[in-house]
T-cell receptor, first 111, second 115 residues
Framework: SQQGEEDPQALSIQEGENATMNCSYK?????LQWYRQNSGRGLVHLIL?????REKHSGRLRVTLDTSKKSSSLLITASRAADTASYFC???????????FGGGTRLMVKP | EPEVTQTPSHQVTQMGQEVILRCVPI?????FYWYRQILGQKVEFLVS????????KSEIFDDQFSVERPDGSNFTLKIRSTKLEDSAMYFC?????????????FGPGTRLTVL
C-alpha cells in the first residue's frame, strides 16, 4: 500500500482560476505537509497541518484535512503562471519519525 | 534567508565506484535528512540524523549507504559501491526540530548518474 496519493496526477488551468489538489493516505498521521517542486529543483515547504487541525491558510493557499476520510486538499486561489510546478503531500507518522511523500500533482497554469 | 546547499549539483560515476554527496545544512538546525527521487518517481526518505547518530532509516538505506557529519557544518552521504539503480536526485534537508513539529528545508539536490 502507498501512503500519500495525490489526485489528479496532472492539472492544467488558466491563470486566475483556482486549483484544487487532493491527497489520500492510509495510516494514522501526526501531521501532513504540502511541498512544491519546480522542474529539476528542490522541494519548497508550503504548509504543515497537524492531525488535530481541520483547515489552514497561508496567503493564496488553503489546506484542509479530514482525518476520518484520511484525506487532505490543497487549494491555490487566483492561480498565476508562476504557480506551475509539481505539488506533493507528505505525511508524518504517529511516531513522528518518518516523512512519506505522495506521487505529486503536476500543475500547469497557462497565462 | 539561510538555505541548505548541496555539492556537486551533478555527479557522474561508474558502477562500483564510491561517491560522496555533500550538504551544508542551515547553521542552527539540529536534524538532518537525506532523500532520493528517481526520475519520474516519488521522493523517498533515506535517513535522518540527530545528535551525531542515525535516528531513523528506511529500507533503502542498506549497508551500501552511510552518513557522516565530519565537522560542524557538513553532512555527507556516502554510497560505497554504486549501482545503476542508484541513479537519482539526492536531496538533503535540515530542520531545527524533528518531523513532528518543524518545517524541513530542502537543498537543491545532487543529480547522481551511474553509468
Amino acid at each position: 500500500s502507498q501512503q500519500g496519493e495525490e489526485d489528479p496526477q496532472a492539472l492544467s488551468i488558466q491563470e486566475g482560476e483556482n486549483a484544487t489538489m487532493n491527497c489520500s493516505y492510509k495510516t494514522s498521521i501526526n501531521n501532513l505537509q504540502w511541498y512544491r517542486q519546480n522542474s529539476g529543483r528542490g522541494l519548497v515547504h508550503l504548509i504543515l497541518i497537524r492531525s488535530n487541525e481541520r483547515e489552514k491558510h497561508s496567503g493564496r493557499l488553503r489546506v484542509t484535512l479530514d482525518t476520518s476520510k484520511k484525506s487532505s486538499s490543497l487549494l491555490i486561489t487566483a492561480s498565476r503562471a508562476a504557480d506551475t510546478a509539481s505539488y506533493f503531500c507528505a505525511t508524518v507518522n504517529n511516531a513522528g519519525n518518518m516523512l512519506t511523500f505522495g506521487g505529486g500533482t503536476r500543475l500547469m497554469v497557462k497565462p | 534567508e539561510p538555505e541548505v546547499t548541496q555539492t556537486p549539483s551533478h555527479q557522474v560515476t561508474q558502477m562500483g565506484q564510491e561517491v560522496i554527496l555533500r550538504c551544508v545544512p542551515i547553521s542552527n538546525h539540529l536534524y538532518f535528512y537525506w532523500y532520493r527521487q528517481i526520475l519520474g518517481q516519488k521522493v523517498e526518505f533515506l535517513v535522518s540524523f540527530y545528535n551525531n547518530e542515525i535516528s531513523e532509516k528506511s529500507e533503502i538505506f542498506d549497508d551500501q549507504f552511510s552518513v557522516e557529519r565530519p565537522d560542524g557544518s557538513n553532512f555527507t552521504l556516502k554510497i560505497r559501491s554504486t549501482k545503476l539503480e542508484d541513479s537519482a536526485m539526492y536531496f538533503c534537508a535540515s530542520s531545527r526540530q524533528g518531523f513532528s513539529t518543524d518545517t524541513q528545508y530542502f537543498g537543491p539536490g545532487t543529480r547522481l548518474t551511474v553509468l
